[in-house]
C-alpha cells in the first residue's frame, strides 16, 4: 500500500491549488481517505475526509474553501484549496484508512488512518 502526495507549491494568498494523492496497493473507491496538515511547531491536524460512501468532512476553517474528491478509475484523491491563505501554509499528507464502515461513518483523526504518503509543501505568500 502506498499513497503519494503531490502538487504543492508557492502560492500568494488568495490563490488556489490543487493537491493529489495517488494510491497503489488497493483499490481506492472502497476505502476512506483524509488529508492532513502539519505547519511548523504544530501538531498534524485534519484538514478534509472522503469516506467509502462519497461523505466528506472538512474543518471549519476550510469549509467553503476546500474540496476533497476522489477519481476511481484513476485510483486518486484530491485536495482542491482555494481563496488560500498565509495560516494555511503547511506540509499536507494524504492518509488511507482500509477498514469498512456502514452507512456515512467517517473516521477522523490521525489515529483512524494507517497508511500514509510523503508531504506536499505548500506556502502561502501574504
Known amino acids: 500500500v502506498q499513497l503519494q502526495a503531490f502538487g504543492g507549491g508557492l502560492v500568494q494568498a488568495g490563490g488556489s491549488l490543487r493537491l493529489s494523492c495517488t494510491v497503489s496497493?488497493?483499490?481506492?473507491?472502497?476505502?476512506?481517505f483524509g488529508w492532513f496538515r502539519q505547519a511548523p511547531g504544530k501538531e498534524r491536524e485534519g484538514v478534509s475526509y472522503?469516506?467509502?460512501?462519497?461523505?466528506?468532512y472538512y474543518a471549519d476553517s476550510m469549509k467553503g474553501r476546500f474540496t476533497i474528491s476522489r477519481d476511481t478509475a484513476l485510483n486518486m484523491v484530491y485536495l482542491q484549496m482555494n481563496s488560500l491563505k498565509p495560516e494555511d501554509t503547511a506540509v499536507y499528507y494524504c492518509?488511507?484508512?482500509?477498514?469498512?464502515?456502514?452507512?456515512?461513518?467517517?473516521?477522523?483523526?490521525?489515529?483512524?488512518?494507517?497508511?500514509w504518503g510523503q508531504g506536499t509543501l505548500v506556502t502561502v505568500s501574504s
Open positions: 492518509a488511507a484508512n482500509t477498514r469498512l464502515y456502514s452507512g456515512g461513518y467517517i473516521p477522523r483523526g490521525t489515529s483512524n488512518y494507517r497508511y
Open positions: 496497493g488497493f483499490t481506492a473507491p472502497y476505502y476512506s
Open positions: 472522503l469516506s467509502s460512501g462519497g461523505s466528506t
